[in-house]
């Protein structure tokens, strides 16, 4: 469903140049969680960005689902962002003064979606987040958990295939995070949605499908004893 050939991406130039990705390849099911960690630094941001169509990189190949890009601007990739991937991030990045429904609404009409049928998505995506009777409560109302599931709704409507979650929980206490992992496999097994999260937590990372480690420059399967450097795979 995504595929990442061979891409790269440096900052700067001359002597003080950065390559910070050499050559990620990658692979990611329909359907499928995928956790990826690495050191702080290290280009996670960076990945998530070029796939997200948020970042042109300097050389390499995306297919997802039936989008292909990877060096074009971001000028050229919007439908990528309007139809293909849907972000979370560690702020939940909600308008405070709209219900849990009118902020799903809202980002569906930006991508072009027309004002019936945003509600009528917004309200399913609510639905299979758990949100159906709080559809109607502004943020400061909800919980961050809440909060961040209506972040979730606002990802997978529109029937995007795919989900980047940048750090997804690191506002959440443990009891929230587990439930926002829960919901991302319920997301994954139940309607074939596919989740690339980025995460410090060694736990939350344990309990998706499949992890990667990136670590100078390039992505390798590993287990949680690899990735913080005391064995295994």
């Known amino acids: 469903m995504l595929s990442v050939r061979n891409l790269h991406k440096g900052f700067g130039s001359g002597r003080r140049r ?16 995928v956790a990826l960690m690495g ?35 971001p000028s ?8 293909g991937v849907g972000w979370i991030f560690q702020d939940y990045h909600l308008i405070d003064r709209l219900s849990a429904l009118d902020n799903v609404i809202f980002a569906l ?3 072009g979606v027309s004002a019936s049928e945003a509600e009528t998505q917004a309200k399913e995506a609510l639905s299979k987040v758990g949100l159906e009777d709080r559809m109607n409560f ?9 909060r961040q599931r209506v972040a979730i709704a606002r990802a997978i409507s529109g029937s995007r295939p795919i989900i980047l979650a940048d ?20 997301l994954c097994e139940d309607y ?15 309990k998706a499908d499949r992890m990667l480690l990136l670590k100078d420059g390039v992505t390798a399967a590993s287990d949680i004893r690899s990735a913080w450097g005391v064995g295994g795979d």
């Open 167 to 186: 750090e997804p929980t690191g506002n959440l206490d443990v009891k929230s995070a587990e439930g926002i992992l829960d919901l991302f496999k319920e």
């Open 18 to 33: 950065l390559e910070v990705l050499k050559g990620i390849d990658l692979e990611i099911e329909s359907g499928e969680l």
């Open 76 to 83: 050229k990739v919007v439908d990528v962002r309007r139809n």
């Open 138 to 146: 502004i943020p400061d109302q909800l919980s961050g958990g809440q």
């Open 109 to 111: 009409e930006l991508s």
């Open 192 to 206: 074939g949605i596919s989740v690339l999260m980025v995460t410090h937590d060694p736990n939350l990372a344990s």
């Open 39 to 73: 050191p702080s630094g290290c280009g996670k941001s960076t990945l998530l960005n070029i796939i997200g169509g948020l970042l042109e990189a300097d050389s390499g190949f995306i297919s997802l689902s039936n989008f292909k890009y990877g060096t074009d601007p």
